[in-house]
T-cell receptor
Framework: DTGVSQDPRHKITKRGQNVTFRCDPI?????LYWYRQTLGQGPEFLTY????????KSRLLSDRFSAERPKGSFSTLEIQRTEQGDSAMYLC??????????FGPGTRLLVL | AQSVSQHNHHVILSEAASLELGCNYS??????LFWYVQYPGQHLQLLLK??????LVKGIKGFEAEFIKSKFSFNLRKPSVQWSDTAEYFC???????????FGSGTRLSIRP
């Protein structure tokens, strides 16, 4: 399968714990995006990388959130001191310069 | 700020009925428009897209959408739905000079067999 992959697919954690998610984009794609989707809503943009540079961050991305793409390939999204409001599906997408974004299966986070 | 409105939250149709899902966006500049679909248990997939040219675009599985600039609309249509079209449908927009996608809240389509 050469699509976008995400790991883990599900994560249950206790409030206050840190979690880290990984995204592997389609190999030739230089752009990588993170979105968050809550029940009954469409995905909301969090942040965007072009190669290893983080070019845009949403106001939704509080200080507890950090994303990296150290070698311009895979990316990680870390949430520190998780809160119940962080429970959501975290989606990763990638694209080349043609701008169509291809989405991964998501990581579903439940904070107890 | 940009926004996308999908007015129908849940649509229920019988097989072979015609479908039209409404989508309006608020942005005065040049935009790219998308419809994504999420089948039960699957991830978001691109159904069709409009960047420029013919405002009537055709996508996969017999879907089409029409971009009407004067109405800021990009409605999705299918002449005859099938049970397998049961899914959630998201309209989305990007500014041509930016990359982040702004999604609507989605329309859940249920098809009665």
């Amino acid at each position: 399968d050469t699509g976008v992959s995400q790991d883990p697919r599900h994560k249950i954690t206790k409030r206050g714990q840190n979690v880290t998610f990984r995204c592997d984009p389609i190999s030739e794609h230089n752009r990588l995006y993170w979105y968050r989707q809550t029940l009954g809503q469409g995905p909301e943009f969090l942040t965007y990388f072009q190669n290893e540079a983080q070019l845009e961050k949403s106001r939704l991305l509080s200080d507890r959130f950090s994303a990296e793409r150290p070698k311009g390939s895979f990316s990680t999204l870390e949430i520190q001191r998780t809160e119940q409001g962080d429970s959501a599906m975290y989606l990763c997408a990638s694209s080349s310069s043609e701008e169509t974004q291809y989405f991964g299966p998501g990581t579903r986070l439940l904070v107890l | 700020a940009q926004s996308v409105s999908q007015h129908n939250h849940h649509v229920i149709l019988s097989e072979a009925a015609s479908l039209e899902l409404g989508c309006n966006y608020s942005y005065g500049g040049t935009v790219n428009l998308f419809w994504y679909v999420q089948y039960p248990g699957q991830h978001l997939q691109l159904l069709l897209k409009y960047f420029s040219g013919d405002p009537l675009v055709k996508g996969i599985k017999g879907f089409e959408a029409e971009f009407i600039k004067s109405k800021f609309s990009f409605n999705l249509r299918k002449p005859s739905v099938q049970w397998s079209d049961t899914a959630e449908y998201f309209c989305a927009v990007t500014e041509s000079s930016a990359s982040k996608i702004i999604f609507g809240s989605g329309t859940r389509l249920s098809i009665r067999p």
